[in-house]
């Protein structure tokens, strides 16, 4: 099974950006779709934006225009750039793989990894 990493979280003050990392093992990424989801304290795990083989992309409604999912096939890499962000972004943000067309919470076959904590100021 892959081996997934992610990184560039970090502490940031409301309405800044970050950009996130997810690094495979594999090959993996280039035949599934990936997601990245995000966990809050007290929460479940939530899919926020998930890119498909094809490369088509999808954005949770609380995401959308703010965050921008992006893969470099090459590098086995997926990215996340959040701008705007505001303290309900605050989680462990995780990414995971599905089928070449879909990922969701229920739908990620990867081990989950460490995740990479956001944390925005207010």
């Known amino acids: 099974q892959a081996q997934l990493v992610e990184s560039g979280g970090g502490l940031v003050q409301a309405g800044g950006s970050l950009s996130l990392s997810c690094a495979a093992s594999g090959s993996i990424f280039r035949v599934n779709a990936v997601g990245w989801f995000r966990q809050a304290p007290g929460k479940r795990r939530e899919l926020v934006a998930a890119?498909?083989?094809?490369?088509?992309?999808n954005y949770a409604d609380s995401v959308k225009g703010r965050f921008t999912i992006s893969r470099d096939n090459a590098k086995n890499t997926v990215y996340l750039q959040m701008n705007s962000l505001t303290p309900e972004d605050t989680a462990v943000y995780y990414c995971n793989t599905g089928t070449p067309t879909r990922v969701t919470t229920t739908l990620a076959f990867s081990s989950w990894g460490q995740g990479t904590q956001v944390t925005v100021s207010s």
């Open positions: 890119i498909t083989s094809g490369g088509s992309t």
